[in-house]
């Protein structure tokens, strides 16, 4: 019997082929950062997410390009070509955009298709805290989840595209509903059980009522109040604080950055130049930055906004079309 197995980064898929006889591919790409849009064929979807790529990493557009389009290849033809598909993924946001995506891809169960498609799909694993995600996980470790897969169910296979199509539609709303939906419906929260949690997530990116800072600039500023540190000890710092850590460094940095160089910078790093190691770079929190977290001061109003979150392209000058209510925990106008 043949199988593939797919799963979401070169940690994991690097462990799995040490026990797993057949093949292992990982899709790899941070679906929350960047845009995200509606777009009427796969390949200008390939064409949009290859130039933001290359944009923002030291790969040309042709390499990314290559790379999502031989990935999604292998994906959407897996069920012809194999017996068995199985996904391995988590709980976290990067993952459950990532599994959504996957789902849609495929298209929902073949009839005439070769192969089954199972998933593994886990929050936690004994022994193991805090519980991250797979790539934690040894080779012993990893193979007892081998027989915990279950076969993707049409209920399944149907809320992936819906709430994939609201993640890249130009108007949020839709996306907040599937959102409350998979949080407080039994029915919903059964057939993706992390889904939920990980869009409510997604959407605290947007700014804040308060303050007009996404959730994950809250924490960077938050995290300086007592004073300067690396930009290393940072990140760490704010990962500890999330319940589910989806983002990774380079990520972070990217956000730091943002602030350092905005036209009233709410923090300044240290020897900041492009190719500066951000890592040891010491930052600190502007007395901007201290009015603006203190909620005396609107970081869209100082700043303004140019931001992709999905398919939403955020574009103001002084005042967001949509903030995040996180008291009420949904989107306003």
Known sequence: ???????????????????????????????????????????????????????????????????????????????????????????????????????????????????????????????????????????????????????????????????????????????VQIAHLSTTSDRARNVLPFLGDALTRFLAEYPSVAHGLSRTEELALGGLREGPTTAGALFEATQAQQTRPFMGDWGFYTILRRLASDRTPLLSIQDLTDDVDLRRCTVTITEAGRDVIGGRQDAVALNGLDRWLGGVHLVAQERSPWRWDAWRETLVS
Request: hydrophobic content about 40%.
């Open 1 to 175: 019997m043949s199988t593939l197995h797919i799963t979401n980064g070169d940690s994991a898929a690097g462990t799995m082929r040490t026990f797993l006889r057949d093949p292992v591919i990982t899709m790899i790409d941070v679906l929350h950062d960047g845009p995200a849009p509606m777009t009427a064929t796969l390949d200008e979807w390939h064409a949009v997410r290859a130039r933001y790529l290359s944009s923002s990493h030291e790969r040309s557009y042709d390499d990314v390009l290559r790379d999502l389009t031989n990935t999604d290849d292998q994906v959407a033809t897996a069920p012809e070509r194999y017996d068995e598909v199985v996904f391995w993924f988590e709980h976290d946001l990067y993952d459950q955009l990532l599994l959504i995506r996957a789902l849609d891809l495929l298209g929902g169960p073949k009839p005439d298709a070769k192969g089954i498609v199972s998933l593994i799909c886990i929050d936690r694993f004994p022994g193991v805290e805090p519980f991250y995600g797979l790539g934690q996980l040894n080779a012993a470790q990893l193979a007892t989840l081998t027989d915990t897969r279950a076969q993707v169910t049409p209920d399944q296979y149907a809320l992936a595209s819906h709430a994939w199509a609201a993640f890249r539609a130009a108007d949020p709303r839709e996306l």
